[in-house]
């Protein structure tokens, strides 16, 4: 029987063997939504492959190797066999809650200080007194740093996914109760980094209340640059102004996506200074305190340790592995932080520094057009002789891949590439498929078009007005008690979180990054309708159901 294979003539992909294509290929939607730009997706591949030099680490079974992910057509797939196998002979619980144990240690010990100590040597090197003749030897200690960090996420994230994937199945033999939020819910109200920026927000917000002249000109202008113009230029607000900086000196390499060609919010302050104007005028909803979360979890915890079977095998097991998952579950948002964003930020100014190199050399117009070109390119580039270049060349590859883009972003990619899903795959229940689902089941018929089906990532019902948000561009549309409407979320979007009253995404699942702060902000949220932004119409007035994973278009 002849398989055909997923190739659809809108999204060509060259395959590189018979047997990558015999792989199922499945869209990451939660972190390329949008299709990323030629360095941000080098740069991702980079970290993956060995040195020059090295040897690649042999397969750890005797099945096929899975094949790297790739980046086709700007969007992150990543491989899976047709029919997963379950490992032969797989770690008992026991061993593997112990191998666990010592997972925040190694964090708090080694992992987070490493981290910290190579962003402090990046941040201090100058790169405005770099010379061009020091970039190619910069370049590769930003790239080799970004490596290291990258293979410190795994470390960090894996037990993660183990641990919870662990509490998850032991609660579900316990409590043996049909609600995948339940164990989650055990690991609400812990601080992390994410909500640390949300606080220090919040806490200018509340100076900008007792600051007269700052909340004139904050309530008064809709323009959010003159806005900051008038303040700036305010000597009334110059101490508050100095709050700001001082808030941007600590978060500012964040930005609102992963991509490096977004500013972060140290170039444009715009983000954080509308998020702060709309903390003015709080939602009054029922959005849970940390505090209130976590007297929450405990009283959850206390009403399961008298509720289930002590008797029972598993029940110390379940306080041990909750112990972990509680100690490690901050992580989820705090590597993020320093990986993600911290990292890429250093990264996005390492490459318009070589942008400002290229177009010295007259190899590029715009220090910008620098992410149109793959790292090996720039590599190559800035060892050229100021006359050794051909500007044509490469002006004309960063024309026809803006050209590219700008086309895939109109396109919406398939779920799978290759192999058909099987049956197998799609009932595959691994802990990373309630972050990336590899499928979610329609309701959708021809006869109700108003009704969309995802998964309940954040219990509740809220009913609000649509805010459909594809762009960084349209974060000025939400306003407090708006629905926000994405394709995915990232950590620098958590501080939108403090005034809306629900989230309704394309992509993700219980534990993606929306659906973990929505369930810390008390708020419904619904997860990889996949057509949530297509299918909604800005301003619409939605119905959302967080437990059930329907979302009601009403108006």
Known sequence: MSIEYIEPPSFPVTWNSKEERDFTWVWDDVHTPIPNTPLTSSFSSEWSRPRPGETPSPAPSAGPALPRRRIINGYAYSPRPPKPETPADPPSVESTIERLSEARKKWDTDLLPRLQENLEKLQKIDLKLTEASQLPDTLELFVDTHREHWQIHMQAVGPIFQSTGVLSSLYGQLASLDNPLAPYEL????????????????????????????????????????????????????????????????????????????????????????????????????????????????????????????????????????????????????????????????????????????????????????????????????????????????????????????????????????????????????????????????????????????????????????????????FTKVKPGDILVCKSTTPPWTPLFATIGGLVTDAGGILSHGAIVAREYGLPAVMATKRATSRIPDGAILLVDGTTGLVQIEE
């Open 187 to 474: 690991l609400q109200g812990f601080n992390n980094k994410s909500l640390e920026t949300d606080q220090a927000l919040q806490a200018l917000a509340n100076a900008a209340l007792k600051t007269p002249p700052v909340h004139e000109i904050m309530s008064n202008h809709t323009n959010v640059d003159s806005m900051i113009t008038e303040l700036r230029n305010s000597s009334q607000c110059s101490e508050y102004i100095a709050s700001v900086d001082q808030f941007l000196d600590s978060y500012g390499f964040r930005s609102s996506s992963l991509d490096l060609s977004i500013k972060t919010w140290l170039e444009d302050p715009s983000f954080v200074f509308l998020t702060i104007k709309s903390l003015l005028t709080p939602l009054n909803s029922a959005a849970s305190t940390n505090q209130d979360l976590a007297a929450k979890r405990e009283a959850s915890v206390a009403a399961l340790r008298d509720s289930l079977d002590t008797n029972d095998d598993n029940y110390d097991l379940f306080f041990r592995v909750l112990k972990i998952c509680q100690e490690i579950w901050p992580i989820r948002e705090d590597h993020a932080f320093y990986i993600e964003q911290a990292t890429g930020a250093q990264m996005r100014r390492l490459a318009l520094r070589c942008g400002e190199a290229l177009v010295q050399q007259r190899l590029m117009s715009d220090s910008e057009d620098i992410f149109y070109l793959e790292l090996d390119e720039i590599r190559t580039a800035l060892t050229l002789s100021p006359e050794g270049g051909t500007s044509e060349s490469y002006k004309a590859i960063i024309a026809d891949r803006k050209e590219n883009r700008n086309h895939f972003l109109t396109v919406t990619p398939p779920q799978y590439l290759g192999h058909p899903p099987t049956d197998e795959l799609l009932q595959e229940k691994m802990e990373t498929t309630k972050f990336i689902p590899h499928y979610v089941e329609s309701i959708e018929d021809s006869s109700n078009t108003d009704v969309l089906r995802g998964i309940g990532a954040s219990a509740g019902i809220y009913r609000g007005i649509a805010r459909v948000i594809l762009t960084t561009e349209d």
